[in-house]
């Protein structure tokens, strides 16, 4: 690809604002829908993704072969395709969020003030959401589904290498709320023939609301360091077990082994083991042991492991491995966390319930568990019937975000004539 | 003043990192602060501000008379100026902090996940907060009073025309942190010679966790644009009465004349005045003869009025002036407030239960005000006890900020060995 021109970027900037424009007059609309016909329209866009699956599957096919012929590697190409069952699956999704609570209209908090107003803080949509995703189509339909219910028009900006199955699922979704009196304007995809396109979204201010990037760290830090709209970073995850000289060894085992194998590419996956000096002798071994036994390389600076860096401390290997640190105490565990961690999530396997306490206080993270898997940070294991992402951010959501991490608040004051005194 | 040199700002740079991983540091001890601590540290600095005085006005003496020979304007003057009472009435400031409610610890909701896992979303301090802000010295005290309550350390840039009183304020307030057993670094002052120290405040990613910055609409859109830490947009208020058909004119005239001219340089002060053409031939020639009365002078495009354009309906006059123009119904009104407003307070007068509901439900604000002043968008009028300031965007907190808003939330999660099935 050619460095795009001046005027090539003046021509993307002007669809991006144009498309911000457009999604702003829907959101007005959005805005007001019932709950019945926002969950009508979910329905609607499900029957219409399953009856278009053919020219769904016919485009992604083209979108693979472009991919196949430019040497993409195979895990890669599978995040790219879609099957008749995942166009099933994804239809699925839409239909369960149609199920979730509607968190527009929520009244969270409230009262009446001594000269008579009542004052009440309503949850109100956050307007023109921006997402910019790598590979996997599926999450244009998600981030489609999760913004409708929550009443926000969606900009989604994912990757070229899925321009065709995107469109085709864009399509389908605009031609469905079209069909339901829904300005289709609530979901638009943006040009991803180069990045100018996210640099447009993220600096769009006045037009777009949020932005919320899904993806590697690159894509994640690009955006952030050049947004001037508001960001919610997302999903990079540093996690540690910390085997305290008070753990169970043989739930600190299990822990440790589903933490880090049950799926070693994503956020919520241990990096790194912690273990206390004092119990280090015996668990120290038998760590390492279940971890080689299960296909882990063990990274450290102890006589047989791959010696250790600080990138080992640092980052996340998203891989079968994992670095191993013998540590003094607990404090000298909260310290390694704090310095190194990502702030997504760390777990401490103890009997003592001081230490627990401890470290669930003093360690800075979006999730802290004590004797359970890191595995457990996610929307749909808390409870919230669906993800938008994971938050490692501290301001507006920390932690898996749902339905009600997609809405501003708004305060909404009665009065009767009521003035200030001076 | 000359511009800096490159070695001038790595140099300034440096001194904003280093006091950011200061900041970061007395930050661990202070989300471990008990309540009973922090409040005993903030009546502490109320009683250390009393003993210092008189040192206090001698330094804001000194910036005065720098000021006055530049030839700063009487109303700015003022703005800088702190007097024997002004001091008493900031050190009470900071003991009314110690009275409210401590966020941290708060339970915001939680939850037993069908597994058993026990999950409990939690307050916590954001961490490090930055504060940029212009003229007046009693902001950095508030900010210190605010951030410390909330368990955040503060790291404040201040205008140089008040370097000196700032730099005495924050002198007594690290000796009376430190006389109390916690670290000085929790208030930090940042040089404010030249911007450059506010460029690197607002770009130390993962050194800061959110600036706000207060002041004037200028000031506030740098930082945004500026910004790759999360920042809180303040302040800047369009905001609109609107006087519809079924009004009753005499509430409709005094609640305009309230929120004009209470205090018409703040930010929840009204700048438009949109008239129901409906009630137009009664209502436009009594409100503009309130009005004026009151010393307003009117823009818009009746005769008789000052001939106003487009800066009219988007710009705070801040000032004893007002834009008025008729509107031919509810929907017009609506349309130009969503238009031009900047998403601050926006008020309707009515007696109809139908116009107040669309109203409140179509117009895009922090607050919206049914029979009220505007003058009513404030943390003390809503009952938070103090204010930090008016959030106008829609991420993390919209509308006055209290002590919650300086808070973030943790997941903590308690289980007896948990592993996630894959």
């Not at 195979?74 to 069952?85: E, G, I, M, V």
């Not at 201010?205 to 990037?213: E, K, Q, T, Y």
């Not at 013998?326 to 230490?355: F, M, P, S």
Request: overall charge negative.
């Amino acid at each position: 690809m050619t460095a795009p021109t001046t005027t090539d970027r003046d021509a993307v900037r002007e669809v991006v604002h144009d498309s911000a424009r457009r999604a702003r007059v829907a959101s007005r609309t959005l805005a007001q829908l019932t709950t019945a016909q926002k969950d009508a329209a979910l329905h609607a866009a499900a029957d219409a993704l399953l009856a278009a699956k053919d020219a769904v599957l016919a485009a992604n096919a083209e979108d693979l072969e472009i991919a196949k012929a430019g040497g993409t590697a195979d895990s890669l190409l599978d995040r790219l395709r879609l099957t008749a069952a995942r166009v099933d699956g994804i239809a699925s999704g839409l239909r369960q969020v149609a199920g979730l609570p509607d968190p527009v209209g929520d009244v969270v908090r409230g009262s009446t003030l001594p000269n008579g107003l009542e004052i009440r803080q309503v949850r109100v949509p956050l307007g023109v959401v921006g997402m910019v995703y790598e590979a996997r189509p599926n999450v244009t339909v998600d981030a489609f589904g999760l913004a409708l219910k929550s009443g926000n028009a969606a900009l989604l900006r994912g990757s070229s290498s899925a321009a065709r199955s995107n469109a085709a699922l864009v399509g389908v979704l605009r031609e469905a709320l079209a069909a339901q009196g829904i300005p289709a304007d609530a979901v638009q995809l943006l040009p991803s023939e180069d990045r100018s396109s996210v640099t447009h979204l993220i600096q769009a201010r006045g037009l777009v609301d949020v932005v919320i990037p899904r993806g590697g760290a690159g894509l994640i830090n690009a955006v952030v360091r050049d947004a001037q709209v508001p960001t919610i970073e997302t999903g990079t995850g540093n996690c540690h077990v910390f085997v305290h000289r008070d753990a169970d060894l043989d739930m600190a085992e299990s822990i440790l082994i589903n933490a880090k194998t049950r799926r070693p590419s994503v956020c919520n996956t241990a990096e790194t083991v912690l273990i206390d000096r004092a119990v280090a002798e015996v668990a120290v071994p038998r760590m390492i042991k279940a971890l080689e036994d299960n296909g882990v390389t063990v990274h450290g600076d102890l006589p047989g492991l791959v010696p250790a860096t600080d990138t080992d401390w640092a980052d996340e290997y998203l891989s079968l491995d994992i670095a191993l640190k013998v540590v003094d105490d607990l404090d000298a565990a909260v310290e390694h966390i704090n310095e190194w961690g990502t702030g997504h999530t760390e777990a401490i396997v103890t009997a003592d319930l001081k230490a627990a306490r401890e470290f669930t206080s003093r360690v800075d993270a979006a999730a802290v568990m004590v004797n359970a898997s890191t595995a457990f940070t996610d929307g749909e294991q808390f409870g919230f019937g669906a993800e938008i992402g994971i938050s490692t951010q501290k301001l507006h959501a920390r932690g898996p975000m749902g339905l009600p991490e997609l809405t501003s608040t708004k305060w909404i004051v009665w009065g009767d004539g009521q003035i200030r005194p001076v």
